[in-house]
């Protein structure tokens, strides 16, 4: 089975802090993404990437960024965390298949204090 | 533009009533793909079925079954005989075939709460 994996489950930082928030798929997939799920909002993409090196802006990228240096491993940056970054943060990665479902890992619950 | 109505926020039912989340979505292509993933307290999404738009018969798995009409732009599920294993959020998701990378658009989510 296919497994993406999260660095932390739950994760508690300060406002103005840098945060590194990390996804790991084992499965060779082209296509990763990175959501943000927020009550009452569903799940909002913040940026994906298609292949090593190339991202692209998703729906809400402000206040983030990405690196994608291997295949397998997709950062998420905050570059000054604020509390209106407190969310669930859900990635995801799937082949460059047209139609291919995602797979997801567990999530990192961040609280910004 | 592409958007994923999920009109229910929470729904309640006993243990063994049947009950049906609805999604409703927009898209100007004419090939898309949606999506039901479900969504349980430990948080990993797990995927549940996919469909293409040119494939309207209505599918059946177990207890879960899936009403897709082109028509009315809706795409639902039914339980049957819900079991309390069955309280999550449920999630309603779009893509369009010229997607670059793939990207899903969700809905809001149906928290479903199953009572014993």
């Known amino acids: 089975d296919v497994k993406v994996t999260q660095s932390s489950r739950y994760l508690v930082k300060r406002t103005g802090e840098k945060v590194f928030l990390e996804c790991v798929q084992d499965?060779?997939?082209?296509?990763m993404f990175w959501y943000r799920q927020d009550p009452g909002l569903g799940l909002r993409l913040i940026y994906f990437?298609?292949?090593?090196?190339?991202?692209e802006k998703g729906d809400i990228p402000e206040g983030y960024s990405v690196s994608r240096e291997k295949k397998e491993r997709f950062s998420l940056i905050l570059e000054s965390a604020s509390t209106n970054q407190t969310s669930m943060y859900l990635c995801?990665?799937?082949?460059?298949?047209?139609?291919?479902?995602?797979?997801f890992g567990s999530g990192t619950q961040l609280s910004v204090l | 533009a592409q958007k994923v109505t999920q009109a229910q926020t929470e729904i309640s039912v006993v243990e063994k009533e049947d009950v049906t989340l609805d999604c409703v979505y927009e898209?100007?292509?004419?090939?898309?793909?949606l999506f039901w993933y479900k969504q349980p307290p430990s948080g990993e999404l797990v995927f549940l079925i996919r469909r293409n738009s040119f494939d309207e018969q209505n599918e059946i798995s177990g207890r879960y079954s899936w009403n897709f009409q082109k028509s009315t732009s809706s795409f639902n599920f039914t339980i049957t005989a819900s079991q309390v294993v069955d309280s999550a959020v449920y999630f309603c998701a779009l893509r369009g075939f010229y997607n670059q990378g793939g990207k899903l658009i969700f809905g809001q989510g149906t928290e479903l709460s199953v009572k014993p």
């Open positions: 898209t100007r292509d004419t090939t898309y793909y």
């Open positions: 499965m060779d997939h082209e296509n």
């Open positions: 990437s298609y292949d090593v090196k190339m991202k």
């Open positions: 995801a990665s799937r082949t460059g298949r047209p139609g291919e479902k995602l797979f």
